[in-house]
């Protein structure tokens, strides 16, 4: 028989509990993954990841290496044939994805934080702030993502860690957005006011009380800021703004080896395979994170017990 | 009687057309979570005839309002109907083909939801939402002007074609359940469904609307089932009631004579904690908390927290036993009968100790944006003393709390606690009277921050206020929560963990811990049953007593008043109606404003069963 007022139940069942009790993200992911849709993702997203982490260690050939005449039909050597250099296309691929792939990350990484701040701080501290916040935003918006990154790649010159901020200070009007949003909630909570009543500065209300109740809407944005950067970033490529000529890179390669499409396509399905394997599979763990944390996708039985533990949340007035 | 346990005859007569003088009659409801998960209700037997209204009352989490969907064949996502027979005018509705249960909805059996301002769409007008009630069954009412009218003025709607013109939005909240109502009562049902249709409304407004519904259904011979947790409110309106805990019917029978001498424990908790406005009781709540489906143990439900439980009640689920008029689940209903329950009566602390007010307001006038809220407001709080707000919505309580404790800025006015001004908002007021006044707030599921531990909640205003850490801030944290009644074991807790009651009692604890002069509660029941509130008023009662506290405690409950201040203090439209010590206003009122209130508060009826 349960007993809430028994002290003796309270402590902690497990500290692997408690810590997922503590990080609620990684209970939101945890039932995301678990779920068809979120296994289908993971699966997905790791297996490009393995490619580009494990690739180039496994690559048969150098992914520089001249071995045979351009655009060669696939063969024993070379699976997958050659490129407009006679380079293999298999080891091009295998060794081309894990800067892209950091980039990306480092972009979403850059985006959210940026977009974190200006959203949370738009939101809660309200008045002149939020205006001039959300009208700068307005503006970047005003712009398309990758025009935008052009513009400033070919005023400043197109070095590698340019792109990676170029295409997270794109991404953050859209984090900051969403996060205002969010905030806007969450500061009208009791709790938020109370910590101002304990004279708590707004800088540490933000980071310690508004902050944590964030990571459900900070999960989904990363994701889905992921999948654009991973897109932005290849597309970057294509127009040729990404490593120098002989580095392998998924996006370049669609680029370089388009003319040759009619005599070795594969040199051209086989990244473009790639980067939409893993724009689905990080579109769609977000969309199970997304439905996890909306509760769409709760099993039948916790939705129940949820209901049944929080009634008087719809009674107040 | 026509509650749990109908006639042996009637339930030999199965599907075949029921006994024909009840309308509605429920047999062994079970409702489970999944196809084989825990049940959430089950057992669940009563009946109800023509023109008869049954009050199905319990806490929260007791499965009532499941209960009374299920009257409609339906089951919230994630439950399933895995027993029993809902029949209405002999037509078991649980059995019926989905087009047939679908003109079955609305045309035999209605529902008037909880919030009418959820339940009706914001974006079509009132004459649209009336006239598609109607349209959706034709051959029942022809959807013409005239008999549109006709339904409004049943349910005492202004029935004007410019009302038929509004929105939502535009009306009030008694008016919007007021067209709830209408829209159910258009195709004259056999059975409504009332889901504490009056919850959220003011006294005043709950007292029409209850009227009304007493007299259409009496006048169309409609059965109604009315869920409530407040039993006063259904003490007034019903002629049987069924207790429901932890998904089954503890006590069942005739309003009359189940409120006079309740037989089941739990029935007479609940009637322990229900405040009255004429007298300074105790309030007694039950202790504990309801067990949530699947963790239910073997035996009676009740029993962790019964005081006549024995061993054998926590082994062996009680039968069902007709006595005295009703039917009652309990092994020990022989010696709850025979005990007699006599609440104690508080000592009258009418005399409010001399001395200078903690908190004294001059000319308070406050304002959002440029709609003025409050007017003029002069109000003394002693110090030793607990002060009493009280008024309906939109009185201006909370912003008067607001203003008190620097939530709300744009006041005018002079506020002196302790003998010095107060600023306006609270980043201008001085860490030490910040510490002073503390607050608890409403509602205790948005107060406390859902990612700290009850430990870190608690310890927050001893880090800010004292600097206090380590293990004198743990000892004082402790110290906290036993004053409260949780005790250590609620430290390393998360909020989801814990019950609406025992949130509060966090708060409660938070606001103590650092030994204020002045502790303003706002609202701080509304959210919470009424045995929890009963506990939790009782915990403030005394916390305010022992202490020597200045409390100031707002509520739109007026029988809560007695219970917990000596003065009380009437706000209407923003401006003070009445002041002066609890008693007096709440026994003598001196305004008519006061005198209506103290009318509209629904009470338990002690003998006679309503005219």
């Not at chain 1, 170029?166 to 957005?177: E, I, Q, S």
Request: aromatic content about 4%; hydrophobic content about 45%.
């Amino acid at each position: 028989m349960q007993d809430a007022a028994d002290p003796a139940q309270a402590a902690p069942a497990q500290p692997g509990a408690e810590r997922i009790r503590r990080h609620q993200w990684l209970a939101v992911l945890g039932q995301a993954v678990r779920t068809p849709r979120g296994g289908t993702g993971l699966g997905l997203v790791s297996f490009v990841v393995a490619i580009a982490v494990i690739g180039p260690f496994v690559a048969p050939h150098s992914p520089d290496a001249l071995l045979t005449v351009p655009f060669a039909k696939p063969s024993g050597s070379f699976p997958f044939g050659s490129d407009f250099l006679g380079r293999d296309v298999l080891s091009r691929v295998l060794g081309g994805g894990w800067l892209l792939l950091l980039m990306a990350v480092a972009a979403t990484v850059i985006g959210i934080a940026v977009g974190t701040a200006a959203g949370v701080s738009a939101a809660y501290l309200r008045g002149r702030t939020d205006g001039l916040i959300m009208r700068t935003v307005d503006v970047i918006l005003a712009f398309p993502q990758l025009v935008f990154a052009l513009l400033l790649l070919s005023i400043l010159g197109a070095k590698l860690w340019l792109i990676v901020l170029a295409v997270g200070l794109t991404h953050a009007p859209a984090v900051a957005r969403v996060l205002r949003s969010a905030t806007l909630d969450i500061s009208e909570r009791d709790y938020v006011k109370v910590a101002e009543l304990q004279g708590m500065r707004p800088a540490a209300v933000m980071a310690r009380e508004i902050l944590p109740g964030l990571s459900t809407p900070l999960m989904v944005e990363a994701g889905l800021r992921l999948t654009y950067s991973i897109i932005v970033m290849a597309g970057l490529a294509f127009l040729g703004f990404g490593q120098a000529p002989p580095a392998a890179n998924w996006g370049t390669m669609i680029n370089e080896n388009r003319a040759g499409l009619a005599l070795n396509p594969w040199a051209v399905i086989i990244p473009a395979m790639v980067i939409a394997l893993l724009t689905i599979g990080t579109n769609i763990l977000t969309d199970a994170i997304g439905r996890v944390a909306l509760g769409v996708d709760r099993r039948p039985e916790e939705a129940v017990l949820v209901d049944d533990l929080s009634p008087a949340e719809g009674r107040v007035a | 009687m026509s509650a749990n346990g109908a006639p042996a005859g009637a339930a030999g007569n199965g599907a075949a057309g029921g006994p024909g003088d009840f309308r509605l009659d429920v047999r062994d409801l079970e409702i489970r979570s999944g196809r084989h998960g825990p049940a959430v209700v089950s057992g669940v037997s009563f009946a109800v005839r023509p023109g008869e209204l049954l009050g199905l009352v319990g806490e929260s989490g007791s499965g009532k309002t499941t209960v009374a969907l299920a009257l409609l064949g339906y089951t919230r996502r994630g439950l399933s109907v895995s027993g029993g027979e809902v029949c209405l005018d002999g037509v078991d509705l649980l059995r019926l083909p989905p087009g047939e249960l679908r003109q079955a909805r609305g045309a035999k059996v209605s529902y008037v939801p909880q919030d009418p301002a959820a339940a009706l769409n914001p974006a079509l007008r009132v004459g649209y939402q009336l006239r598609e009630a109607l349209r959706v069954h034709p051959g029942i009412g022809y959807a013409t002007e005239a008999r549109i009218l006709g339904v409004m003025r049943e349910a005492s709607l202004d029935a004007t074609p410019d009302m038929l013109r509004r929105y939502p939005h535009q009306l009030s909240g008694g008016q919007q359940q007021r067209v709830g109502l209408a829209m159910a009562f258009a195709c004259r049902p056999s059975l409504i469904v009332l889901d504490e249709p009056t919850t959220g409304l003011d006294v005043s407004t709950q007292r029409h609307i209850l009227d009304t519904v007493r007299s259409l259904c009496r006048g169309y011979g409609v059965a109604a089932v009315y869920v409530s947790h407040d039993l006063a409110v259904v003490s007034e309106l019903v002629a049987d009631v069924a207790v429901m805990y932890a998904g089954r019917i503890v006590e069942a029978g005739p309003a009359a004579m189940l409120f006079p001498k309740p037989l089941h424990p739990y029935t007479r908790g609940l009637l322990a904690s229900v405040p009255a406005p004429e007298s300074a009781r105790r309030l007694a709540g039950i202790p504990g908390q309801q067990p949530s489906p699947g963790h239910r143990g073997p035996g009676c439900a009740f029993a962790p927290r019964c005081d006549f439980a024995l061993d054998e009640c926590q082994v062996h689920e009680p039968e069902q036993v007709v006595l005295a008029g009703r039917t009652v689940r309990c092994w020990r209903v022989a010696q709850v009968a025979a005990s007699v329950t006599e609440r104690p009566v508080l000592a009258p602390a009418a005399t409010v100790p001399p001395g200078p007010p903690a908190l004294a307001l001059r000319g308070v006038s406050a304002s959002y944006g440029s709609v003025p809220v409050l007017s003029g407001i002069d109000l003394d709080v002693p110090s030793q003393a607990c002060v009493a707000v009280v008024g309906e919505s939109g009185s201006g309580k909370t912003t008067l709390a607001r203003c008190i404790i620097g939530l709300h800025q744009g006041w005018t006015g002079e506020m002196t606690f302790q003998g010095a001004r107060l600023a306006q908002g609270a980043r201008h007021r001085p860490k030490e009277v910040l510490k002073r006044i503390q607050c608890v707030f409403q509602n205790p599921y948005t107060s406390l921050n859902p990612r700290k531990t009850i430990g870190q909640i608690v310890a927050e205003p001893l880090h800010r206020f004292l600097g206090l850490s380590g293990r004198p801030q743990a000892e004082r944290v402790v110290g906290a929560l036993d004053d409260v009644s949780l005790g250590a074991g609620f430290l390393s807790r998360y909020p989801d963990q814990l019950s609406g009651g025992e949130r509060q009692r966090v708060a409660i604890a938070r606001a103590l811990v650092v030994e204020p002069d002045l502790l303003v509660c706002d609202e701080v029941t509304s959210a919470l049953d009424v045995s929890v509130q009963a506990v939790i008023v009782e915990l403030l009662r005394t916390v305010q007593a022992q202490r020597h506290l200045a409390m100031i405690f707002i509520t739109h409950n007026l029988a809560l008043v007695p219970s917990v201040a000596q003065v009380a203090v009437v706000l209407r439209q923003g401006a003070i109606v009445e002041a002066g010590p609890a008693e007096r206003v709440l026994a003598h009122p001196s305004s008519a404003y006061t005198a209506r209130l103290m009318a509209d508060v629904p009470r338990l009826a002690k003998a006679a069963p309503p005219p």
